[in-house]
């Protein structure tokens, strides 16, 4: 999709999806519980994927990129007693580790086998009856392995126990689904790195109506268009007690960029207000392990700006769609930003002019669609394999459209 040089407009009001991380778990909530109404559910190709392999009665799941959809499911399939489950994915899913989830679901005596290579998709899972209550886990794993775990928990006769060894990573997200199995009436603590849950006993007497949040993760491409183009942009349905990780996007925004969220409660909506006399920082240094997702989007964003920054806390992201941190490195450097990075980190190292025609790589990543369209604010740009955004934000350039003027 070739994008060309814009400005923004004023004052435009965009309406977000529901958050894809809130509805996945709700999903999982409402098949094992029956008794969830989801209002605003994300429309989101991961979501929908997820619903899908839900509906469907089959011996074999094929959820392609849907990396949140492959691990809830793994513990999902895990307590379906007698089933047995196939449970693969897109080659790129075959490749992404999954085996700290499946060693907890063995050490509850769950039956699970790989089918192809140790420790990846695809799963050959048999379902059984749970009894176990205690496992040890990782807490420097994606904690949506973690998730996987919790949101079967309550459905387990006897709860269950997770403790977490080592440093917890992204542990908004955790903190999330325990918000959200409290909201449902499963009792549970989250005390030092020890997770409870109780059983639930589920008298199917009473519905509990849910109304998904706007995502925060789709939010934060907003964030970096009003940084950029210091026009003030509405966004709805998002609440100012969010549970979501990436609601750090406000504070983050202010601080670097003098972003001002200000919220309008009885409509559910948060305002993007840039403060024309702003100084821009010298540099940026930010630990963003409770956020990894919005880090493409910083990044971009001060490399637009030429702000020097140094991100750390990015344990997660070599193993999502792709490599984000080499995709990060590589794609910048056309916008004329040298990075250097490890397993942990990105840091800018200098900045020069860009590339004529710039043409930026997607790596079958929806977030590096997404990150880098703000860049067309400083120039014309390409981003190759536009459909990408279908994962997370499927509306993404109609809303684009409405807030840009050439």
């Known amino acids: 999709m070739k994008l ?38 994300s429309n989101s190709q991961d979501t929908q994927l997820l619903k899908k392999a839900l509906s469907e009665n089959t011996e074999t799941v094929d959820i392609h990129h849907a990396g949140t959809a492959m691990r809830f499911l793994t513990s999902y399939y895990s307590i379906q007693d007698g089933k047995t489950t196939i449970l693969t994915g897109s080659r790129r899913m075959k490749e ?40 040890d886990v990782p807490a420097n794993i994606s904690s949506q392995f973690i998730t996987s775990l919790l949101l079967i928990a309550g459905k387990l006769d006897n709860g269950l126990e997770i403790h977490l060894v080592g440093k917890v990573t992204s542990r908004s997200y ?21 997770i409870k849950v109780e059983p639930f006993i589920n008298d199917h007497s009473s519905v509990i109506n ?19 183009g210091r026009k003030t942009i509405h966004l709805k349905s ?23 969220t200000i919220f309008t409660e009885n409509e559910h909506q948060l305002t993007l207000q840039p403060d024309p006399d702003f100084r821009f920082p010298e540099k940026i240094v930010l630990d963003m392990n409770n ?30 769609e792709t490599d984000r941190l080499l995709a990060l490195h590589n794609e910048l450097k056309k916008l004329g930003t040298k990075t250097e990075f490890t397993d942990l980190t990105i840091k800018s190292i200098s900045f020069n002019e860009s590339e004529e025609n710039i043409s930026i790589k997607t790596y079958q990543d929806h977030r590096m669609a997404m990150s880098f369209a703000p860049f067309c604010l400083i120039k014309e740009l390409n981003i ?13 350039w109609e809303d684009l459209i409405m807030i840009l003027e050439k």
């Not at 190759?384 to 997370?392: A, L, P, Q, R």
């Open 96 to 135: 992404r580790p999954i085996k700290n989830l499946v060693t907890a679901l063995q050490n509850l005596g769950v039956e699970i086998e790989y089918l192809e290579n140790e420790g990846f998709p695809p799963l050959k899972i048999i379902g059984r009856k749970i009894i176990e209550t205690k496992v």
């Open 174 to 194: 955790i903190e999330m689904t325990l918000d959200i199995l409290t909201k449902f009436g499963i009792q549970n603590s989250f005390i030092g790195n020890t």
């Open 238 to 260: 998002f609440y100012k007690d969010s549970t979501q990780g990436d609601s750090a996007i406000a504070d983050i925004y202010e601080k670097f960029f003098s972003i001002k």
């Open 210 to 228: 849910y109304e998904v949040e706007s995502d925060w993760s789709s939010a934060s491409y907003f964030y970096s268009f009003a940084a950029l």
């Open 291 to 320: 956020c990894p997702d919005i880090a493409q989007t910083l990044c971009v964003t001060a490399a637009a700006l030429k702000i020097p920054f140094e991100i750390s806390g990015l344990g997660t992201l070599r193993v999502k």
């Open 384 to 396: 190759e394999d536009e459909n990408v955004v279908e994962k997370s934000y499927p509306m993404f």
């Open 4 to 41: 060309e040089k814009s400005k923004l407009v004023e004052n435009k009001t965009i309406q977000i999806s529901g958050s894809k991380s809130i509805s996945n778990r709700l999903l999982i909530l409402e098949n094992l519980f029956k008794n969830i109404q989801i209002g605003n559910l």
